[in-house]
């Protein structure tokens, strides 16, 4: 069975760090595009960052400079570093994977394994 399990999340102050992890079972995340989306209450899911099985990482404007994705093949993991945390960063987060040629950063269409998503909240 395919699955992605996040963990991570939890509660931080305003300005604070967060590192969340994504960790692959049942494939191995070697050839395939990573990405992480969060989802606040009321508001779509949104793409956030992914990073290619080349390494290549892109970012949404609205965490660039503060996020940053890596991943570490021989633990079969995708991390997500997040700095400078703001309240509006509050939300369920979750990590996906596609192997697709046609996926496209950021993007919703594509993605073939999502993980159940971790919560990380951000007091102000």
């Known amino acids: 069975q395919l699955q992605l399990v996040e963990s991570g999340g939890g509660l931080v102050q305003s300005g604070g760090s967060l590192r969340l992890s994504c960790a692959a079972s049942g494939f191995t995340l070697d050839y395939y595009t990573i990405g992480w989306f969060r989802q606040a209450p009321g508001k779509e899911r949104e793409g956030i960052s992914c990073?290619?099985?080349?390494?290549?990482?892109n970012y949404a404007d609205s965490v660039w400079g503060r996020f940053t994705i890596s991943r570490d093949n021989a633990k079969n993991t995708v991390y997500l570093q997040m700095n400078s945390l703001k309240p509006e960063d509050t939300a369920n987060y979750y990590c996906a994977a596609s192997r697709s040629s046609k996926y496209v950063c950021l993007d919703l269409q594509y993605l073939e394994v999502w993980g159940q998503g971790t919560l990380v909240t951000v007091s102000s």
């Open positions: 990073i290619n099985s080349g390494g290549s990482a």
